[in-house]
């Protein structure tokens, strides 16, 4: 918690969106100069809830709330599956090469 010193104001923090209306960033008045006409206001206490989870808050009209289990669950599964480990990578590079082998031994 942010805690004012004798003669200083509070900061205060703000949010933004992107256009689906998920959290797209945070600013504080006493660091950035440049914060977007579109930046929402919230408390410290909101700044904290928002920044730890972000994935989980989402703007609805003018009302910042939590994402429904459904909402998250649909994010989910429009995202594009993670590229093959480095061991997967290995697994299919040496599955490739013994059926080669297999192959060429036929010849």
């Known amino acids: 918690m942010v805690i004012p010193m004798f003669g200083q104001e509070q900061p205060q923090y703000f949010v933004t ?6 959290i797209a ?8 100069v440049d914060i977007p006409a579109s930046a929402v206001p919230i408390t410290v206490e909101q700044w904290q809830a928002y920044a730890a989870a972000p994935h989980l808050y989402r703007l609805d009209g003018e009302t910042i709330r939590e994402k429904t289990p459904e909402e998250i669950e649909a ?5 594009t599956p993670a590229p ?6 290995v697994e299919a590079a040496e599955q490739a090469l013994i059926a080669l082998m297999e192959a060429m031994s036929d010849v």
């Open 17 to 22: 969106f992107d256009g689906t209306g998920n």
């Open 25 to 32: 960033g945070f600013y504080v008045d006493t660091i950035h």
């Open 75 to 79: 994010e989910r599964a429009q995202r």
């Open 84 to 89: 093959p480990t480095l061991q997967q990578r």
